[in-house]
C-alpha cells in the first residue's frame, strides 16, 4: 500500500521560512517522480515545483522560483519543499505527489499526501 506522509505546515510570518517534508512507503522511490502541488482555499490545485528521479533536475511555477527549493533524499524516501521569503499568498494546503513519470505539471499524478496546511500571515 503506497503511502506519502506530509509534515512541516504551520503558521508563520511574511518573510519567514518553513521546510516542508514527505515520506513515502510502499513503492520504489528511486522510480518515482516527485512534486508539491498546494490549493488555497477557493481555488484549484496548483503545481508548485516537481524534482526528476535522481534528483539531478528539477521545475518550479514562476511565481516561487529564487524563493523555494525541491531536494529528494532517495535513502530515506523522503522529498523537501524548503520555502523562504513566505508571501500571505503562499497560503495554502500543501500536497506532495508521486508518479512514474519525471517533472510533470499537471495534476493527474498517480499518488497523493493527505496534505499539511501553510499558514503566512502580513
Known amino acids: 500500500q503506497v503511502q506519502l506522509v506530509e509534515s512541516g505546515g504551520g503558521l508563520v510570518q511574511a518573510g519567514g521560512s518553513l521546510r516542508l517534508s514527505c515520506v513515502a512507503s510502499g513503492l520504489t522511490f528511486l522510480r518515482y517522480g516527485l512534486a508539491w502541488f498546494r490549493q488555497a482555499p477557493g481555488k484549484e490545485r496548483e503545481f508548485v515545483a516537481a524534482?526528476?528521479?535522481?534528483?539531478?533536475?528539477?521545475s518550479y511555477t514562476d511565481s516561487v522560483k529564487g524563493r523555494f527549493t525541491i531536494s529528494r533524499n532517495n535513502a530515506e524516501n523522503t522529498v523537501s519543499l524548503q520555502m523562504n521569503s513566505l508571501k500571505p499568498e503562499d497560503t495554502a494546503v500543501y500536497y506532495c505527489?508521486?508518479?512514474?513519470?519525471?517533472?510533470?505539471?499537471?495534476?493527474?499524478?498517480?499518488?497523493w499526501g493527505q496534505g499539511t496546511q501553510v499558514t503566512v500571515s502580513s
Open positions: 524534482i526528476t528521479w535522481s534528483g539531478g533536475s528539477t
Open positions: 505527489a508521486a508518479d512514474p513519470r519525471q517533472l510533470v505539471r499537471r495534476d493527474d499524478y498517480a499518488w
